[in-house]
């Protein structure tokens, strides 16, 4: 059984630490907030100048004047601050960003990233992409196996724009936990019912599978 995205975004909360300050990506990675354990402390940032993001707003309860880079509603959570784009760059360039979460549209075996261009496509462009890989330490990656025609997301080279090179750590996507790992992509988890040979099937990049490949747990 492939995870939703509501269930990718479960499994990456659980890398979410106490005390963290984590940016949000566009698509699954804003899902990731409405997942985080309520006995922990975590700090969301946009980098349109918000701090202290919640969880998405339900029906009705919007705010059109409150939203992220990706220009979706959001909730606030007690003690949030807005500020302009510049400071808020500054936050990330600096490094005081612990977890970003991206979206992707390839990765490669050695961490490089493809998510902000298609060419000959319309698409919603680089935004704050470029900045958060170059300056994040930690970077954890949601995003589909395959894309529409099955074919693998998970490459040996990247064949669209990278946005950044060799600096995703984890992946998620609806089949597998993967790290990358000296050049490869090594198998942590698998999704509830998928095999590893599926895994194997829809990753093009060197898979290094251990012995003992356990089920994802929510």
């Not at 890989?133 to 990278?162: D, F, Y």
């Amino acid at each position: 059984m492939s995870l939703s995205k509501e269930q990718i975004a479960q499994r990456i909360a659980k890398e979410v630490k106490d005390g963290y300050y984590v940016n949000l990506g566009i698509g699954i990675p804003t899902l990731v907030a409405n997942f985080v354990r309520d006995d922990i402390s975590v700090e969301f940032q946009s980098e349109n100048g918000v701090l202290g993001m919640g969880p998405f707003p339900f029906e009705g309860e919007e705010d059109a004047d409150v939203i992220n880079a990706g220009k979706q509603t959001i909730t606030t959570l007690p003690g949030a601050s807005f500020f302009d784009s510049a400071l808020s760059f500054s936050m990330i360039r600096g490094q005081h960003v612990d977890l970003t979460i991206l979206g992707a549209m390839e990765v490669a075996e050695n961490g490089d990233i493809a998510n902000w261009k298609i060419p000959g496509k319309m698409v919603k462009g680089m935004g704050g992409a470029m900045d958060l890989v170059a300056s994040a330490e930690n970077i954890i990656v949601a995003m589909m196996h395959t894309n529409k025609a099955g074919q693998s997301k998970l490459l040996k080279t990247c064949s669209l724009p990278l946005t950044g090179v060799g600096c995703v750590k984890k992946v998620v996507t609806n089949l597998a936990v993967l790290e990358i790992q000296d050049g490869s992509f090594v198998l942590l988890e698998r999704a509830p019912g998928v095999s590893v040979e599926d895994i194997k099937a829809a990753t093009e990049g060197n898979l290094k599978v251990p012995a003992e490949v356990p089920e994802m747990k929510f």
